[in-house]
């Protein structure tokens, strides 16, 4: 036994005449000398006897035995499971020893997986044994990343719906079950692991969805025994679309019309279209934020409809959104005439509310049409669509007429106010006038209401059988009536009625009184029946 091919041995005895004894190579070797089986067994340390050799599916794998010194075994035997597979250098059908005694296995298949234990005789009759275990892996491939349901860009992104319910699936395939991990990394460029699992198939979902889950997704797929890892990465964007309608104005600038259309809040930007809705052609179409369409203002006319819609993936079914404008001339109204008097101050108004797009309102004086703008005299206000004109401490010079002018693109239309001021002389007839229409009015009236509050002291009665005229007073308001007979009619073809006064009591002493009054004037009656009223 040489130093060098054995650098260090420790022996020891067993009781049945063994000796045993370990090489600081770490392989243990036997051997029987004059009656002694000498046995040379591992212990554990910092080296360790097993080796692992991993190879692929097709693969040449090669096994190593004694590989401790330059000498070369005699005789290398293999087992597998406890199962000889070359005894004596022979070996079996896909398995050769090589000249050093190692193994090797041709077109590695799963089932080779195991491990094999080999015993080589060395010079000397030394026996030399080892052991080792054949790892069979492969992969990770086929990794790939799906989401659904979701619309994919030529890029490969992924594009999904705000508020969707929507599924990850991450997979791989490898010998053995590849580990997989789903990670994110969204905008803040920090990744943290969503999912992980062993297996072939990782599933994530999520049932609602949000632009806060906008980013890049990385599935991973790694093999635990060959510690192979393969990545697939795919951005992932959430479309939405705001609730606000389109918005839509206009400009002019000189004789060009500018139609602006705008949607913001939606992610991408949506596709604006302008059409000319009478005929259906698209004026212009754009995926942008704002839409502007320039026309000429000599291409519209009276009724023409151009109206902005937005097209965009996040709309659900038979959503709309868009904005019209039917083009109409401006038509302003208001009081035709107006007056003021010297030294006061006076408003004329007009308002236009019916012009599409909204009209452009001023005020102008005289038949040249002189633009009025503020001043120490005129004060221009607007208050929505009703505008006016304040003239202050009004002249003789501010008489005239006056134009409300609205104007848009099809045209412009103005409303005549004519001003007429009066000197404070010409007003002095109308107020007298007016003292003595008053005053009458009022004569007739204290009148009316004196015969109303008088109502009760005079009541006339005609009845069928004699005129009676009956005069009361009363705090009761008692009527007595008395039958006056028809006296013949006179020459001239009136008629004479007997009027009779009564006087109510209001006592039993005055009614006493009354009784004698009464009989009083009955005999007047009598004695003077020439006393009469002729009606």
């Known amino acids: 036994m040489s130093a060098r091919a054995f650098p260090f041995l420790l022996l020891c005895f067993c009781s049945t005449g063994e000796f045993y004894g370990t090489f600081s190579s770490g392989f243990a070797v036997s051997r029987v000398l004059s009656g002694f089986r000498v046995c040379f067994a591992a212990v554990s340390g910092e080296e360790s006897t097993d080796s692992v050799v991993t190879a692929a599916p097709g693969d040449v794998a090669i096994l190593p035995c004694y590989s401790a010194g330059n000498v070369t075994p005699a005789v290398t035997s293999w087992m597998k499971n406890g199962k000889e597979i070359i005894s004596g250098g022979v070996s079996a059908p896909l398995n050769t020893s090589v000249p050093n005694g190692s193994l090797s296995i041709g077109a590695v298949e799963v089932g080779d997986e195991a491990v094999y234990l080999c015993a080589s005789t060395l010079p000397g009759n030394y026996t030399y044994h080892a052991k080792v275990q054949l790892q069979v892996a492969t992969g990770p491939d086929n990794v790939s990343f799906s989401v659904d349901p979701a619309v994919v860009l030529p890029n490969g992104t992924f594009t999904v719906v705000r508020g969707a319910a929507v599924y990850f699936m991450c997979s791989g395939r490898s010998y053995p079950s590849p580990e997989l991990r789903l990670t994110f990394s969204g905008a803040s460029n920090s990744s943290r692991s969503v999912v992980n699992n062993t297996g072939a198939v990782l599933e994530y979902s999520t049932q609602n969805i949000q632009p806060s889950a906008q980013g890049n997704y990385t599935c991973s797929a790694h093999n635990p025994v060959s510690h192979q890892r393969h990545e697939k990465s795919a951005e992932v964007l ?298």
């Open 238 to 535: 959430v479309y939405y679309a705001s609730d606000r309608h389109l918005e839509c104005m206009w400009t002019q600038d000189s004789s060009l019309v500018l139609f602006h259309c705008s949607w913001f809040g939606v992610f991408p930007a949506a596709l604006l279209n302008w059409t000319d809705v009478p005929s259906g052609q698209i004026l212009a179409s754009e995926v942008t934020d704002s839409l502007a369409l320039k026309m000429n203002s000599s291409l519209l006319w009276e009724g023409q409809t151009l109206r902005c819609s937005a097209q965009h993936r996040a709309l659900p079914p038979g959503a709309n959104r868009s904005c019209t404008f039917t083009l109409k001339t401006p038509y302003p109204l208001g009081d035709p005439l107006a007056a003021a008097v010297e030294g006061t101050s006076v408003t004329l108004s007009c308002s236009e509310s019916t012009s599409t797009p909204p009209a452009v309102t001023t005020w102008r004086k005289g038949l040249k049409q002189e633009l009025i703008m503020n001043d120490s005299k005129y004060t221009v206000t607007a208050e929505g669509t009703r505008f006016q004109l304040t003239i202050v401490n009004v002249t003789k010079e501010d008489e005239g007429v006056y134009f409300c002018l609205s104007e848009n693109p099809l045209g412009a239309k103005e409303l005549e106010v004519y001003l007429t001021v009066k000197s404070p002389s010409a007003y002095t007839g109308a107020v007298i006038g007016l003292f003595i229409a008053v005053l009458i009015v009022g004569s007739a009236v204290v009148v009316a209401k004196t015969v109303y509050s008088s109502r009760h002291k005079i009541c006339l009665i005609e009845d069928d059988r004699a005129d009676v005229l009956s005069l009361v007073e009363s705090d009761e308001e008692q009527i007595f009536q008395a039958a006056v007979p028809r006296l013949p009619p006179v020459s001239n073809g009136g008629h004479t009625t007997l009027v009779e006064i009564h006087r109510i009591p209001s006592t039993d002493h005055e009614e006493a009184e009354v009784d004698d009054a009464q009989q009083q004037d009955d005999a007047e009656t009598t004695e003077e029946p020439e006393d009469l009223v002729t009606f």
